[in-house]
């Protein structure tokens, strides 16, 4: 039996030094944009699957239904790869970066849209009455006194769904976007450095995704003022 | 006649809530509705400000009208239910609002009424219901009995021609319930039309023009307080009377 052995470890510091620039680079031109981007359009769609979720309307919900059932039944790596490398079949091109916009989009807007959905029917039903009652219409109440508190709700969730964000943005590597992972593997394409390159790379999302859950505790606190509960 | 409601009915499901009720009030009067729970008061206050929605009958409020047996426009839900503000039980103030933002919401939003003017006849009103020091706080930070006072305060900011009121008082604590009758007693005096659903007699006794008494989704007996609390014509008003009168 060959023994095991446990390599000497040796880091490279001027590699490690000269690396960290480009792939953090990637990080903020590419992953940080493209996840803003992604959920600023994923949330908007979200949120039209949620009214239409929540309307009379039977086909409306039926629409809402076999969206929310398609994005969340297929791997996001599925979905990328059918709109930047299937799409062009149709003579639909993107450029990698709008095709990740694209595919990042429509998943929050599939997982995103239970969330509001929930979070609008955790309102209590004496709000929406007590809306009606002072003249308000469907979309006065729903704006201006629903949301609000359904938001409230929803920050924990969707902030969850966002950090998730940022991290699947690294699937864009496969579409030739040059965000912070792909920066790590063009690197170690000439280095073969993995371990080094590859924990620069979490290290770095480790940080993006701390400084978000810092910035979410921030705007829960500012969402409870007006609850007893602090 | 301001207010004229004939032959309402309302179910849910199965089960028949209101079986034909006829309703009449004139301005500046108060009318008290009493009557075991269940027995459809609730749901005949609430279908005035059209919170429920009868199959059938019609109403009609200053000059507004619709027929329950049609489909209801837009336009006519909103004017008829315009003529009317509700207070409801559990007070179902807006609780991302302050005190002021509550009251000043409907004259804003809805009446588009400068937020200026808005906010001085708000600040006037919460000085009448005694909330003037608390304008600014959040519904949290109030009492029971408070809460429900800028419930009132954010009805009659709206100036409507009638005021509902859905058992007010029922889920304060008895020492805050004072507090709550004091402003609706000012208000009647003030010439208010108003409709109040509640189990008290001695303020229904004081402020009511005329009570009428709901049992199994019809008005089985109605008159003025001194008829209706002092001689009940039916059996089953007397025993509904001494129940609420043993239990205060």
């Not at chain 1, 308000?136 to 729903?142: E, G, R």
């Not at chain 1, 924990?199 to 606190?221: D, K, M, N, T």
């Not at chain 2, 009995?145 to 005021?163: E, F, M, N, S, T």
Request: aromatic share 8%; net charge neutral.
């Amino acid at each position: 039996m060959a023994p095991f052995v446990l390599g000497e470890i040796t880091i490279d510091w001027p590699l490690a030094f000269h690396s960290f620039w480009p792939i953090l680079q990637g990080g903020l031109i590419y992953t940080i944009p493209l996840a803003i981007i992604s959920f600023i359009f994923g949330l908007a769609l979200a949120m039209l699957m949620a009214l239409l979720r929540l309307s009379r309307v039977q086909v409306a919900q039926g629409i809402a239904r076999v969206y929310i059932s398609i994005i969340r039944g297929t791997p996001l790596l599925v979905q990328l790869a059918i709109i930047f490398y299937g799409l062009p079949d149709l003579g639909i091109e993107v450029s990698p970066f709008a095709g990740a916009v694209v595919a990042l989009s429509m998943n929050v807007g599939g997982y995103a849209a239970e969330t509001i959905r929930a979070s609008i029917l955790s309102v209590p039903k004496g709000q929406w009455e007590a809306g009606y009652t002072i003249g308000m219409n469907y979309a006065q109440v729903m704006r201006r006194i629903i949301l609000p508190q359904a938001a409230r709700v929803s920050v924990p969730p969707l902030s969850n769904t966002f950090i998730s964000l940022v991290k699947d943005t690294s699937l864009a590597s496969t579409i030739t976007v040059t965000e912070l992972f792909r920066r790590a593997q063009e690197i170690t394409a000439t280095s073969y450095d993995f371990l080094l390159l590859y924990s620069e790379a979490a290290f770095i999302y480790w940080v993006f995704c701390f400084i978000l859950s810092i910035i979410q505790g921030r705007i829960e606190s500012r969402l409870d003022r007006y609850v007893a509960t602090h | 006649m301001l207010l004229q409601a004939m032959d309402i009915h309302k179910s849910f499901g199965e089960s028949r809530i209101l079986k034909g009720v006829d309703l009449t009030l004139d301005e500046g009067k108060v009318l008290v509705i009493i009557g075991p729970s269940g027995s459809g008061k609730t749901t005949l206050l609430r279908s005035l400000n059209l919170l429920e929605l009868p199959e059938q009958g019609t109403l009609e409020i200053n000059g507004k009208h619709v027929d329950f047996s049609k489909r209801l426009s837009k336009k006519e839900t909103r004017d008829i239910r315009n003529q009317s503000a509700m207070v409801f039980q559990s007070h179902n103030l807006f609780p991302h609002k302050t005190v002021l933002e509550n009251v000043i919401e409907g004259p804003v939003i809805v009446q588009k009424i400068p937020k200026d003017r808005a906010i001085d006849e708000a600040r006037e009103i919460l000085d009448q219901v005694g909330l003037i020091d608390y304008q600014n706080q959040y519904p949290f930070q109030l009492s029971g009995g408070q809460q429900q006072r800028v419930g009132i305060a954010r009805a009659v900011a709206l100036k409507p021609k009638l005021l509902l009121f859905d058992e007010p008082t029922s889920a304060l604590d008895p020492e805050l319930v004072s507090d709550v009758l004091k402003v609706m007693k000012d208000l009647a005096t003030k010439g208010w039309t108003m409709v109040i659903v509640t189990h008290e007699l001695k303020f229904a006794q004081e402020v009511a023009d005329k009570v009428i008494f709901v049992d199994q989704g019809v008005i089985s007996e109605e008159g003025t307080p001194d008829q209706l609390f002092q001689h009940p014509q039916h059996e089953r008003t007397r025993r509904f009377l001494s129940r609420i009168l043993q239990r205060t």
